[in-house]
């Protein structure tokens, strides 16, 4: 059964930077679609970035230009590298792996990120 655990949310600044990490375990990482979404208060949950298993990337629009998406294979891990935060980026960021051949679907616990002076 794969296992996401996110960390790395917290309180910044408006401007401000933050990077996200997602571990995942029980199953073959590479093999996985891996996606940060994001959920505000009576908002639905919209996807952030995406970042295939060769390493292909996309971003909403509402994020270009200002946030990052990687994963390190030998470390299981993908990140989210936030920079030039608004309040408006305030949400629980979910990590999201996909393995559609295995028509698998997984999610972390959410990690809060607030952005406020």
């Known amino acids: 059964q794969v296992q996401l655990v996110e960390s790395g949310g917290g309180l910044v600044q408006p401007g401000g930077s933050l990077r996200l990490s997602c571990a995942f375990s029980?199953?073959?990482?590479?093999?996985?679609?891996m996606a940060w979404y994001r959920q505000a208060p009576e908002k639905q949950r919209e996807v952030v970035a995406v970042i295939s298993s060769g390493g292909s990337t996309h971003y909403a629009d509402f994020v270009k230009g200002r946030f990052t998406i990687s994963r390190d294979i030998a470390k299981g891990t993908v990140y989210l590298q936030m920079n030039s935060l608004k309040s408006e980026d305030t949400a629980v960021y979910y990590c999201?792996?996909?393995?559609?051949?295995?028509?698998?679907?997984?999610w972390g616990q959410g990690t809060q990120v607030t952005v406020s002076s």
């Open positions: 029980g199953s073959i990482f590479r093999r996985y679609v």
């Open positions: 999201n792996a996909v393995n559609t051949g295995l028509n698998e679907d997984f």
